[in-house]
């Protein structure tokens, strides 16, 4: 290692690129919106375009942090499930298959009409304890663990002999349809099948009998009265199996990493990575959440780490809700939290990265592949002729065009915590 003890801070606005909106006069949200901490970031740093995987390729939260990380998402990922589950402190042991849940809203034709089930910000413990208890004798032999996060998303985790994860999805990804039967995936390889359609059976048995359970709850019934749509089903999705990686610090010549994060699925990475995960009272993950109580959180640990790794969620979900007004007011929140680390971090000795970990059109409503604009900040950055931070400026930044693994390696280099490859 390189004598130096600079820290190293990387900041991402979840989905926070985009593309040209018509209503913004063909600007994107983040160009439209007001960010005058960002854009001093842009004048005295070093802008970039990032592709977080192959150019064009659309990518998760959870794969893409895995490579903002350093951990190669082809190599290593294991499908989302296993991520979300131990996010919401699920507890996952080697042969569990977990997946990630959507609460939705069923009419009486079993039809989702809402996917998110209008993203209840109350009551879904209490439908997660009544679907535990639904379910405390196991489906088939198979033990069933369950819980509840942040508003529509929960997690479900399957612990038994002879599970397979290589299974279809009982979300649908669209409303006006019923979920669909969950069924050993194509890329099934033939020596699992009898697994997966065993693992499917307690899948369809849960989605159908957890059904029940949820729309009997008082929860629900106190949501119909006020008019909102019942969290009435629980559909998984994105299965997976607990998987194995080395830690951060093996990865990164020993660097002390936390990160301080709004989205489950990225803290289970940093649980499987051994990186502390810091809670911060305000984080809701949600348009809400308390953005200078997070940079806070982050101005009080950098002195007790090498690396903070920050998300806040707000952009992705203006971006699926093509709603390009939420996201402006996100990323401007985004941009009052970079505000705060810019007056309160001793930049002589810190190195920040501000950027996203994919882009979340509002245009699309959904991940696209385009690069998203990265913004280097701090020690060891060599300024360059770029003054604002946005799509478009920021292709002309001098740092050029990177993929999302090369940024550990980009910070790293700033403070000088890299070895020399060759003599
Ligand atoms: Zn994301
Ligand atoms: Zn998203």
Redesign the pocket.
């Known amino acids: 290692m390189a004598g130096h003890d600079g820290k190293i801070i990387m900041f991402i606005g979840?989905?926070m690129g985009g593309r040209d909106v018509p209503s913004l006069g063909g600007r994107t949200c983040l160009e439209a919106a007001s960010t005058p901490a960002l854009d001093a970031l842009a004048s005295d740093g070093a802008s970039a375009m990032m592709y977080l995987a192959n150019p064009g390729q659309p990518i998760?939260?959870d794969t893409a942090h895995m490579a903002l990380l350093g951990y190669d998402p082809h190599k290593y990922y294991r499908g989302r499930g296993p991520f979300e589950a131990m996010g919401v402190g699920l507890d996952m042991q080697p042969g569990d298959v977990a997946f990630r849940c959507n609460f939705s809203t069923l009419d009486d034709n079993g039809i989702i009409t809402d996917r998110r089930a209008g993203r209840p910000q109350t009551g879904t413990e209490e439908l997660a304890a009544a679907v535990v208890d639904a379910f405390k004798d196991g489906i088939n032999g198979v033990q069933i663990f369950f819980r509840a996060s942040v508003e529509h998303r929960a997690a479900l985790v399957l612990r038994g002999e002879g599970l397979s994860y290589h299974l279809t999805d009982v979300d649908p990804h669209a409303a006006g349809v019923k979920p669909s039967l969950c069924a050993p995936a194509p890329d099934c390889p033939p020596s699992e099948i009898a697994a997966a359609e065993r693992t499917a059976d307690v899948v369809n048995i849960f989605v159908a009998e957890a059904a029940k359970v949820l729309d009997a709850n008082p929860v629900n019934a106190q949501r119909a009265a006020e008019g909102l749509p019942k969290a009435n089903s629980a559909l998984p999705r994105g299965a997976g199996e607990a998987v194995d990686i080395p830690p951060f610090a093996t990865m990164h010549g020993g660097l002390r990493g936390a990160m301080i994060v709004e989205v489950d699925l990225v803290r289970g990475l940093g649980d499987y990575a051994k990186m502390d995960v810091i809670r911060v009272a305000g984080a809701t993950g949600r348009r809400d959440t308390d953005e200078i109580a997070i940079a806070a959180a982050v101005v009080e640990n950098v002195p007790k780490y090498d690396i903070l790794l920050c998300n806040i969620k707000a952009p992705?979900?203006g971006?699926?809700d093509r709603d390009p007004e939420q996201k402006v007011q996100a990323i401007e929140k985004v941009d009052r939290a970079v505000g705060y680390l810019l007056d309160n971090i001793d930049w002589e000795n810190t190195v920040l990265m501000v950027g996203a970990d994919?882009c979340?059109p509002v245009v699309t409503g959904?991940?696209t592949g385009d690069a998203v604009p990265v913004v280097f900040y701090g020690y060891g950055v060599r300024r360059d002729l770029v003054h604002t931070y946005g799509e478009r400026a920021a292709a002309a930044g001098g740092v050029g065009q990177i993929a999302g693994a090369d940024a550990m390696t980009l910070l790293r280099n700033f403070v000088g915590r890299i070895d020399k490859f060759g003599a």
Do not use: E
Request: overall charge negative.
């Open positions: 979840d989905g998760g939260s992705d979900l971006g699926h994919h979340t959904d991940h």
